[in-house]
Antibody, heavy 122, light 111 residues
Framework: QVQLVQSGAEVKKPGASVKVSCKAS????????MHWVRQAPGQGLEWMGI????????SYAQKFQGRVTMTRDTSTSTVYMELSSLRSEDTAVYYC???????????????WGRGTLVTVSS | QSALTQPASVSGSPGQSITISCTGT?????????VSWYQQHPGKAPKLMIY???NRPSGVSNRFSGSKSGNTASLTISGLQAEDEADYYC???????????FGGGTKLTVL
């Protein structure tokens, strides 16, 4: 069925990096952009960036520029989000979320992964 | 502080209707029809309920409807049911380098 399966929870020390994966299945991977959204404990949603799985182009929220890298592997239908220089404020659940419109961007998310908890603690 | 302003909580009795507001600016909600709404139950991923201001995805109950006037978008839930109790978030495209902004979320309690 159509789904996004994310990698498991991570615990990292401040200053380290984390790489979260999101494997798509049930649809044509390269036809839909993919977003990353995070949610700190008890807080709201925060958009991080978007990747075009077809060409690999990316756009990031200014807040994360220089710290986030989104990549994809078309052979495994997987997108990745790597966040570096981690600090305690980066503790959150990280979601991948599929763009709702095929082949373009309409800035809504119709399919979500279950989320990956990243804990940053010394 | 979130870019879009939502009430922290709303409540209603089963069968009633409630409306959740989402106020932004002309750079986001007022300037584009890229407003969407998400329902999130505790410990679960968000679920798309409304996109492009007022469109409902397949499978979402027609008790959910969306609208927009100026810089304020609204989500209305009619015929409240116990299963509607959840957090609701609005989202909009923004012309700033943030690209997408969310509201702070509204906790809906069904009394």
């Amino acid at each position: 069925q159509v789904q996004l399966v994310q990698s498991g929870a991570e615990v990292k020390k401040p200053g380290a990096s984390v790489k979260v994966s999101c494997k798509a299945s049930g649809y044509t991977f390269t036809s839909y952009y993919m977003h990353w959204v995070r949610q700190a404990p008890g807080q709201g949603l925060e958009w991080m960036g978007i990747i075009n799985p077809s060409g690999g182009s990316t756009s990031y929220a200014q807040k994360f520029q220089g710290r986030v890298t989104m990549t994809r592997d078309t052979s495994t239908s997987t997108v990745y989000m790597e966040l570096s220089s981690l600090r305690s404020e980066d503790t959150a659940v990280y979601y991948c979320a599929r763009e709702g419109v095929v082949a373009t961007v309409a800035w809504y998310f119709d399919l979500w992964g279950r989320g990956t908890l990243v804990t940053v603690s010394s | 502080q979130s870019a879009l302003t939502q009430p922290a909580s709303v409540s209603g009795s089963p069968g009633q209707s409630i409306t959740i507001s989402c106020t932004g600016t002309s750079s986001d909600v007022g300037g584009y029809n890229y407003v969407s709404w998400y329902q999130q139950h505790p410990g679960k991923a968000p679920k798309l309920m409304i996109y492009d201001v007022s469109n409902r995805p397949s499978g979402v109950s027609n008790r959910f409807s969306g609208s927009k006037s100026g810089n304020t978008a609204s989500l209305t839930i009619s015929g409240l049911q116990a299963e509607d109790e959840a957090d609701y978030y609005c989202s909009s495209y923004t012309s700033s380098s943030t690209y997408v902004v969310f509201g702070g979320g509204t906790k809906l309690t069904v009394l």
